[in-house]
């Protein structure tokens, strides 16, 4: 019904900046909030970063700063800069939305694929 595709993972060094994007498609009547989670080997998965339809943001202590997440709601796209990246921010990625697919349906969460990023020392 609905799909995330992300894109913008790799591999770079400690200090750099990567962008992550995140495009949401198919059957859609309004998203809500969009986010970003993470998950490290061995670790669970945790939020990112959050920004809901009217643009509040909602950050991680130990990205605030460093990361910022904004949407396109036309588009239905949502993005995550990372700048000053860490090693601790080696993770899969993982966009993930809050969509009503029809105005009488309840709202469901939608992930996406997940995309890697790793920052070496």
């Known amino acids: 019904q609905v799909q995330l595709v992300e894109s913008g993972g790799g591999l770079v060094q400690a200090g750099a900046s990567l962008r992550l994007s995140c495009a949401a498609s198919?059957?859609?009547?309004?998203?809500?909030?969009m986010s970003w989670y993470r998950q490290a080997p061995g670790m669970q998965r945790e939020l990112v970063a959050a920004?809901?339809?009217?643009?509040?943001?909602n950050y991680a202590d130990s990205v605030k700063g460093r990361f910022t997440i904004s949407r396109d709601n036309a588009n239905h796209t949502v993005t995550l800069q990372m700048n000053s990246l860490k090693p601790g921010d080696t993770a899969v990625y993982y966009c993930?939305?809050?969509?009503?697919?029809?105005?009488?349906?309840?709202?469901?969460?939608?992930w996406g694929q997940g995309t890697q990023v790793t920052v070496s020392s």
């Open positions: 920004v809901t339809s009217d643009g509040n943001t």
């Open positions: 993930n939305a809050n969509v009503r697919t029809r105005s009488w349906n309840p709202i469901r969460d939608f």
């Open positions: 198919g059957s859609i009547f309004r998203i809500n909030a």
